[in-house]
């Protein structure tokens, strides 16, 4: 990335709608939707369906960004030469938590709930939405009770989605049954792992079940069901940042970013 693109990436749409904290966008200037789960009761055995509600979910960034310059940004010089490029800054992802707290602050309101926290990629997303959760729970007349469970899920070698899925923390999750759940992930990229997470979880007879995903990858053939609450839209390539990781490392960096081929062939295993 040169530096004759600082101009641009400094008036891109993108970073200009989200400080002026808009709400809803168009299809194509990333709109905001939400998606909802029904419940149906059928011979007194809950039946959970994710149902989408029309329209694209999350902020769209578009497969043709660029993405802004390292040049821009601070990061840890140990990353020198290992990212292409900021996909998401750390404020715009924060802004964007916020708005995503206060869609499930109007969504779910005076109803106590259960985040399950998938780590290790999604813990500061889940971290920061937790905490603007409790700072609208703190300033509205409506208040989220939560209580906050972890497991982990783990699918992925170098930067390959594997078969071999293992879920930690979740051989139990009994005091799931009649209970809201909210579960917050990271990233969603084949949905395998968000399927299969979903069909354990549903074994144990929740009353509701709503999904969380920061990140979700526009891949080929996926025909996995959306979250409710999606952060952005973004194109198949693998990133880094925010907890997000390439066998371990990159979660200390702030920014979402792009990582470099040399950067994945010097960290691989």
Request: hydrophobic fraction near 40%; charge should be negative; include cysteine.
């Amino acid at each position: 990335m040169g530096g004759d693109q600082t101009s641009e990436h400094s008036f891109n749409p993108f970073t200009l709608l989200l400080s002026l904290q808009c709400v809803k966008f168009s299809t194509k200037a990333c709109m905001t939707t939400l998606w909802s789960v029904g419940v149906w009761e059928e011979d007194n055995m809950a039946d959970l369906v994710l149902q989408t509600e029309g329209g694209s979910g999350g902020i769209v960034i578009e497969d043709n960004w660029p993405g802004y310059s390292l040049e821009l940004f601070s990061y840890p010089a140990h990353y020198a030469g290992d990212l292409e490029c900021v996909v998401v800054p750390h404020g715009v992802i924060m802004d964007r938590t916020e708005r995503l707290a206060r869609d499930i602050m109007d969504d779910l309101g005076d109803h106590d709930i259960v985040v399950l926290c998938v780590l290790k990629g999604g813990y500061q997303f889940c971290a920061d939405l937790v905490d603007k959760i409790k700072v609208l729970s703190c300033s509205s007349d409506r208040t989220i009770p939560m209580r906050v469970h972890f497991i982990r899920l783990k699918s992925y070698l170098n930067d390959q989605s594997t078969e071999d899925l293992h879920i930690l923390g979740a051989e139990d999750l009994s005091f799931l049954q009649g209970k809201n759940v909210l579960i917050v992930e990271g990233i969603i990229g084949t949905g395998k792992t968000l399927k299969a997470l979903l069909k354990h979880v549903e074994a144990f007879k929740p009353k509701m079940i709503k999904v969380a995903g920061l990140l979700v990858k526009r891949v080929p053939h996926n025909t996995t069901r959306l979250p409710h609450y999606i952060g952005f839209e973004i194109p198949n390539r693998f990133v880094v940042g925010y907890a997000l990781d390439y066998n371990e490392y990159f979660r200390d960096l702030n920014h979402i970013c792009v990582i470099s081929e040399s950067g994945k062939k010097k960290y691989k295993i």
